[in-house]
C-alpha cells in the first residue's frame, strides 16, 4: 500500500532540548491507518498532529481493547536518524494483538511508515546529551457501538514526542517498593502483552508506594513472593559475580531492552541466568554481603539501578545505594550503540 502524505500548514515551534520533560510535546505529523472486518487494514497516510474525532461509544472506551509499543530515534554524531531493533517493537505489537483479539499487522509496511513519519520530522530529534525522539505506536478498537465482543473496526495511529530522561533523578539510584498486596499479572493473564489495561492496575500501588516515598514498585506474586517487574521495566540482580533475571513467564513483559542486556552480558562472558526469583532469596543474598547490585531495563529509561528494597517494613541497601560497576558499563554501551557512538557488534541499529 503507498503511504499518503498531507504537510501541516501550522508547523509548531520546538521545544528547548535542554529542558525536555517526558511525553509532554508532540510532533507535526501522525500516521494513522484504519481496518474494517472483510476489508483490512487500509488508508494509510501521514497527516498533521491533532485531534481525533470519535462517537462517545467507541468500543476502546468502555472494554479497553487497545495496545501500544515504545520506541526511540536517535541523532548521531554526524546528524544521522537511528532507531534501535524496531522490527522486535513490530514482532511484540502482534503478540500483543492476538493476546486481545486485534488483528495483526503487516510489520514491514507498519516499519515503513515509523521510518518516514521520522524521516519527514527528523528536525524534532533533539541531539542533546541524553535526549531521543519517543516512538508511540497504538491500536485502538473503534466500533461505534456498545458490546462485550471483540471490535469490527480499529485505528493504527503513531505520535512522536522529543523526550529527555525518564525519571527526574536520571541514572541514579532509586530507592523501590516490594509490594505484595496487588498484584500486576498472573500466567495465563495479559501480563506478557503491552496492553494498556495492564498500565491501568498498577496505578493504585504505584500511588500508595509514592506516598511512602518510593519512586517505583517492585511486584511479586504468590504466597511466597516471586519477583515479576519493577514498574514498568524487566529486574536484574547480580549475585555473587551472577546475574539473575525472571523468566518469562508469560506474567512479564519480553523486554526488548533486557533481551539487549541479556546479549551484551553473554557477550562480556557475563553469567546470566533467567529464572524464577523468590523475594527472600534476594533480601538473604543481601544480608549475606552476595547482593551486589541490581537494575531495571526499559525503553523510556534504558537503565535505572536500585539503591535499595523495603519488603513489608524490612529494608536493604544495594551497593551502598551507588550505581554498580556493571550497571554503568551496560548503560553507556547500550546507549552508545544507541546514539551511534559505539560500534554495533549486534546490527541492531536502522538508519532512517
Known amino acids: 500500500m503507498e503511504i499518503m502524505f498531507q504537510k501541516t500548514e501550522n508547523p509548531k515551534e520546538k521545544p528547548d532540548e535542554s529542558n525536555l520533560s517526558f511525553g509532554k510535546c508532540f510532533s507535526d505529523h501522525m500516521f494513522i491507518m484504519d481496518?474494517?472486518?472483510?476489508k483490512g487494514w487500509y488508508d494509510p497516510r501521514i497527516v498533521p498532529y491533532g485531534p481525533l474525532e470519535v462517537p462517545p461509544s467507541m468500543s476502546v472506551f468502555h472494554y479497553g481493547q487497545a495496545v501500544f509499543e515504545g520506541m526511540k530515534a536517535y541523532k548521531g554524531p554526524d546528524g544521522q536518524i537511528l532507531l534501535f531493533r524496531p522490527e522486535e517493537n513490530m514482532k511484540r505489537l502482534n503478540i500483543s494483538n492476538d493476546r486481545i483479539c486485534i488483528p495483526e499487522i503487516d510489520e514491514e509496511l507498519c516499519l515503513e511508515a515509523i521510518k518516514e513519519l521520522v524521516n519527514i520530522d527528523r528536525d524534532w530529534v533533539p541531539g542533546a546529551e541524553g535526549t531521543s525522539l519517543y516512538i508511540r505506536p497504538f491500536i485502538?478498537?473503534?466500533d461505534p457501538a456498545l458490546?462485550?465482543?471483540?471490535?469490527?473496526?480499529?485505528?493504527?495511529?503513531?505520535?512522536?514526542s522529543p523526550v529527555g530522561v525518564y525519571y527526574p533523578q536520571g541514572i541514579n539510584p532509586v530507592n523501590i517498593y516490594v509490594e505484595t498486596k496487588y498484584i500486576r499479572a498472573i500466567p495465563g493473564g495479559t501480563g506478557f502483552a503491552k496492553t494498556c489495561g495492564n498500565y491501568a492496575a498498577s496505578m493504585k500501588a504505584q500511588a500508595e508506594a509514592s506516598e511512602k516515598g518510593f519512586i517505583q514498585v517492585l511486584w511479586t506474586i504468590g504466597e511466597r513472593p516471586v519477583v515479576q517487574e519493577v514498574g514498568s521495566m524487566n529486574?536484574?540482580?547480580?549475585i555473587d559475580g551472577q546475574v539473575i533475571t525472571p523468566e518469562l513467564d508469560g506474567?512479564?513483559?519480553p523486554g526488548i531492552t533486557r533481551d539487549s542486556v541479556i546479549r551484551l552480558l553473554k557477550s562480556w562472558d557475563v553469567p546470566v541466568v533467567e529464572k524464577r526469583i523468590y523475594i527472600d532469596e534476594i533480601f538473604e543474598a543481601a544480608e549475606e554481603g552476595k547482593l551486589e547490585e541490581?537494575?531495571?531495563?526499559?525503553?523510556?529509561?534504558v537503565i535505572s539501578p536500585i539503591g535499595g528494597l523495603n519488603w513489608e517494613g524490612r529494608e536493604i541497601t544495594i551497593n551502598n545505594s551507588e550505581i554498580g560497576g556493571l550497571s554503568e558499563k551496560i548503560y553507556d554501551n547500550l546507549t552508545g550503540i544507541q546514539t551511534g557512538k559505539k560500534e554495533d557488534p549486534f546490527g541492531w541499529i536502522i538508519e532512517v
Open 35 to 38: 481496518y474494517e472486518k472483510g
Open 140 to 142: 485502538i478498537a473503534t
Open 147 to 160: 458490546g462485550l465482543k471483540p471490535s469490527n473496526s480499529y485505528k493504527f495511529i503513531v505520535i512522536l
Open 235 to 238: 529486574v536484574f540482580f547480580k
Open 251 to 253: 506474567s512479564i513483559l
Open 294 to 301: 541490581s537494575f531495571g531495563t526499559g525503553t523510556a529509561a
